[in-house]
């Protein structure tokens, strides 16, 4: 991945992210915008989608539920993530 | 002796629901006929079914046909292959094809889409016994070797599991509905979700909430009464997600790890229930329980026994031939009541999943290019905390080293972070100490190593 610009909503998610799981070995700007956040990429796994599910509620007051249609794509990568998030806060 | 794959007393009583279905008695004996009807004669099923209804149909047709469920802890290939070693005579039921699994894979959408030929005259299916000898199902947990141990369990500990368990909770007064966020091939996820419901006519709702938000709809949309089952983990995450509004649970029932008192107070003030949490271990199945806010002692369940010999703890359960080794340090008060004072230091416990330290250090180091590596696990109390490696390595990057484990191991027991350091502070005994490990851990942290 080379190129990708970090939005500054998308800096704000991805240390959302590292502040939720204690990723201590990784800055916000090194979380790749495409890259995929689970396995082969950031190796996150399904105890983490309820830790960053967690932090959304918390910070932007809307819950992440199983039965969205959304859900495969919204984990896929910190772009769709923020994306989602951008479409339901509240 | 036979004892009866369900305790339902009539067609019509419940076994499993959701906002679509109801599932009866009949239906679910006629769905059993019909899958075990397609099931090969091998004598071992691995039960892989996310669905828990797909679950417990697989799991009855595989007694009925009088073979063993075989329950690994994780879809991971090595883990599936290692208990293939051991159990070659084996098949295995799924909903979707497990790519890279030579074996012969079952898929329960495909059976349930073709024609049922139990269906039409289902209120006349006879309820099937089942020899109580037989091995239902084998769990398995990762022993400290690299190689996963199986704990078989007769027809018979499960069914009387499931008596203990109703006694102590009052299952048996009234039906009492389930909303369970534990996987059935989990030791506690079996028995409080599939035997419960087949032995305690409990209706079992059949998908698996994750998120609190699905929890929360499930409870609001469930009949009365219902249960909440679940894990510290899931707790913590319905107590500090925002403001969700909970009514109307009876009780909750929590395990796979000690609940913090902190988190019970929250849990009954915003999810305005009674906490229980029971007690047990893949080896011997749930053997105490406590209501968490007023008891620190275990109670056992009625027929258990526990007691110490030469330093180390045993159970005993009338179902079980021999006594179980405890990987706790407990403190017997008195026949039915004990305390828990701490944990063998080798087996941890990492959201809900348990594993051994020497078996991850063992996995990390059959990794090529690995030299030396050690692990350790910081007890801060968190619900997920992981662990942390330090690796002596010239080739690999932490990233390709964290990539091979996961084909290894449970994505859990995969280290965060993973320090690459140039050795290990071994001592004068040849031995690594928590201490020394501790220390490392600070160096690494201020980058000093």
Redesign the interface.
């Given at each position: 991945m080379s190129g990708s610009q970090h939005s500054e909503r998308e800096l704000e998610v991805a240390g959302l992210i590292i502040e939720a799981?204690?990723?201590?070995?990784i800055s916000a700007a090194e979380i790749e915008p495409e890259a995929p956040l689970f396995?082969?990429g950031l190796?996150l796994?399904?105890?983490d989608?309820?830790?960053i599910?967690?932090a959304i509620?918390?910070k932007y007051?809307f819950?992440?539920?199983?039965?969205d249609p959304d859900n495969a794509t919204i984990f896929s990568t910190l772009r769709q993530l923020s994306e989602h998030i951008e479409k339901n806060r509240q | 002796m036979k004892l009866n794959l369900t305790q339902h007393a009539n067609s019509h009583s419940l076994v499993a629901w959701n906002e679509q279905l109801q599932i009866t008695h009949a239906q679910f004996l006629a769905d059993v006929m019909h899958v075990a009807a397609h099931l090969p004669d091998n004598r071992y099923a691995i039960n892989l079914c996310e669905d828990r209804y797909y679950f417990m149909v697989a799991f009855a047709a595989v007694i009925v046909k009088s073979q063993t469920n075989l329950l690994p802890q994780n879809r991971v290939l090595e883990t599936l292959d290692a208990v293939l070693e051991d159990y070659a005579d084996s098949y295995c039921i799924t909903e979707e094809r497990l790519a890279g699994l030579e074996l012969q894979q079952l898929n329960m959408n495909a059976l349930f889409k073709k024609e049922n030929k139990f269906s039409r005259a289902k209120n006349t299916i006879e309820t099937p016994a089942i020899d109580d000898e037989l091995i239902a199902a084998i769990a398995f947990t990762s022993g400290s070797t690299g190689k996963p141990k199986g704990n078989r369990k007769t027809w018979k500990a499960l069914v009387m599991g499931a008596e203990m368990a109703a006694e102590r909770f009052s299952l048996d007064k009234k039906p009492t509905y389930i909303v369970s966020t534990v996987p059935p091939q989990h030791m506690y996820g079996l028995e409080t979700s599939i035997l419960y419901s087949l032995q305690n006519t409990c209706p079992v709702y059949v998908g698996r909430p994750f998120y609190p938000e699905d929890i929360r709809r499930v409870i609001e949309s469930a009949p009365r009464p219902v249960i909440l089952i679940t894990t510290p983990v899931h707790l913590r995450a319905c107590v500090s997600s925002g403001n969700l509004q909970w009514n109307g649970i009876a009780f909750i029932i929590s395990a796979t790890a000690p609940l913090r008192i902190e988190i019970a107070r929250q849990v009954e003030d915003t999810m305005k229930a009674t906490v229980n949490e029971i007690f047990g271990c893949t080896e011997a199945g749930s053997m105490a329980s406590r209501e968490t806010l007023k008891e620190e002692s275990w109670q056992l369940y009625k027929g258990m026994r526990i007691y110490q010999a030469e330093g180390k703890t045993y159970i005993d359960a009338p179902y079980m031939e021999n006594s179980v080794v405890l990987n706790d340090i407990v403190e017997i008060e008195d026949e039915h009541h004990f305390k828990l004072l701490g944990r063998d230091e080798d087996m941890v416990n990492i959201a809900g999943k348990r594993g051994s330290l020497s078996d991850v250090k063992l996995k990390l180091e059959s990794i090529e290019g690995v030299k030396d590596a050690a692990v350790y696990f910081p007890d801060d109390n968190n619900e997920v905390s992981r662990l942390t490696a330090f690796v002596v390595t010239d080739k690999l990057t932490t990233q390709q080293i964290s990539t091979a484990l996961a084909r290894k191991v449970d994505s859990v027991f995969i280290p965060r972070p993973i320090y690459k350091v140039p050795d290990l502070p071994y001592n004068e005994t040849g031995k690594l100490t928590r201490q020394a490990l501790i220390d490392l851990l600070c160096k690494c942290k201020a980058k000093i190593v």
């Open positions: 799981l204690n990723l201590e070995d396995r082969d190796g796994d399904s105890i989608a309820l830790e599910a967690m509620s918390q007051g819950q992440l539920r199983s039965d | -």
